[in-house]
């Protein structure tokens, strides 16, 4: 394939931009630079306007509601929906991660599916594609009034409560505020399972502010100073929050007048031939797999797994790309590997027709940068796939090492 500049030049530098220092990390897609493109002029144009959605608001629809490192950007997997699948369409994200292609998917009237080794993944994203109308979202925020009214009352009168957690956990909470989490999940746990599960997930939502460490992704210790009462505030705030998003959704679901929920699987991509076994083959897989050496995505979310009981074992053991797993010549070997196994799986439930658009960043194993294009242009045939069209722009490095660069790749079943 020819290369071939997108014809976009790089925008004004927005007041008070800065580059990063050395060490701070920052999500990749944060900015919008020039575009290149190669392969088919017609699906490039379409990825490129997909890059330009990069600058719009992420914070709409249920997107927003709980973090989630690395995730998509909203507008560009809107975009991707839209303009290459039809109503009705079944969509695929084999690394749905907290659900961002799957909302879009709901908003844009097609049928989805969402594949994902976290267990926590599969919850939030349960819970940002439910729909609920206007008597059951009161019935909501009344049932999230009851709990904050009693979780202040524990705080009153200093009620004992006991979190799941062992002291290497609990380390990261000061007392009362361990104590007033103990509390508030305690009255979680009686409410009946259909409530219980969308508020674990509401205190899910909560966790890292109240805590002490940096973020999701520097799990160094930080000083914050949180008062007693505000992690009962904070829940409640979050819960309205979450009422205006549904009802958000609800009114894209009935501008497009079909609604599909999407259907969750907890799994792994290289398991989608046994997974898809005897159902409709896909017609546009939207997926952005992790990023070689980047993280280790299973420990971005360590504080919540012990307060939900939910087990990353499996996630552990099975997850791509991780940075712990990769080292040296042998991480590179690996990381062909892990990339071959999933794109093969991809390629065995895509229709004849069917199209995949992965938005993968160059990877880093070390001290050797994976130009992410190319493993893929390489790694595709044997997998039955063909390259259509790449669409890169340029990212900067958090590390403080050259740019990187982040592409939308555009593949054909061969």
Not at 152 to 176: K, N, Q, T
Not at 304 to 331: C, D, H, M, S, V
Not at 357 to 363: A, Y
Not at 373 to 395: D, K, M, N, Y
Request: one cysteine or more; charged letters at 35%.
């Amino acid at each position: 394939m020819s290369d071939r500049k997108g014809g976009r030049g790089r925008p004004p530098k927005k007041k008070g931009a800065r580059r990063p220092a050395a060490g701070e990390r920052r999500a990749l897609s944060q900015s919008a630079p020039q575009t290149h493109l190669r392969g088919d002029p017609e699906v490039g144009r379409l990825l490129e306007r997909a890059f330009e959605r990069l600058e719009g608001n992420p914070d709409r629809l249920t997107h927003a509601f709980h973090t989630y490192p690395a995730k998509m950007h909203p507008g560009l997997a809107s975009s991707l929906v839209r303009s290459m699948s039809a109503p009705g369409d079944e969509i695929l994200d084999p690394f749905c991660g907290s659900g961002t292609v799957l909302v879009e998917a709901m908003a844009l009237g097609r049928r989805s599916r969402g594949l994902d080794l976290n267990p926590l993944a599969l919850r939030i994203a349960e819970v940002k594609t439910t729909l609920r109308g206007k008597a059951a979202r009161k019935r909501f925020l009344e049932t999230a009034h009851g709990l904050a009214a009693r979780s202040e009352e524990r705080v009153r009168a200093r009620v004992d409560a006991r979190a799941p957690l062992d002291p290497e956990e609990a380390r990261w909470y000061s007392g009362h505020v361990l104590k007033e989490l103990a509390g508030l999940r305690e009255e979680i746990l009686e409410l009946p399972d259909e409530d219980r599960r969308v508020f674990e997930i509401v205190f899910s939502s909560i966790l890292m502010k109240v805590s002490k460490q940096r973020s999701d992704t520097a799990e160094r210790e930080t000083t914050r100073r949180i008062r007693k009462g505000l992690s009962t505030e904070l829940f409640l705030r979050r819960a309205r929050e979450l009422e205006e998003r549904w009802a958000d959704l609800s009114h894209a679901c009935r501008e497009v007048g079909t609604i599909h929920r999407p259907r969750l699987a907890l799994g792994d991509v290289r398991e989608l031939p046994q997974l898809m076994e005897g159902r409709e083959p896909i017609d546009l897989i939207v997926t952005s797999p992790p990023y070689a050496g980047t993280y280790d995505y299973v420990d971005h979310h360590a504080r919540r797994y012990p307060w939900l009981g939910l087990e990353p074992t499996r996630l552990r053991e099975g997850e791509i790309g991780a940075r712990r797993a990769l080292k040296g010549q042998e991480g590179l070997q690996r990381w062909d590997r892990e990339l071959g196994d999933a794109l093969r799986g991809m390629a065995a439930v895509l229709g004849p027709d069917g199209r995949a658009v992965l938005l993968l960043g160059d990877g880093q194993i070390e001290r050797e940068r994976v130009e992410a294009e190319r493993q893929v242009e390489r790694l595709a045939p044997s997998a039955g796939l063909a390259v259509i069209a790449v669409a890169s722009q340029a990212r900067r490095d958090y590390s403080g090492r050259r740019d990187r660069r982040e592409h939308l790749i555009a593949l054909r079943r061969s």
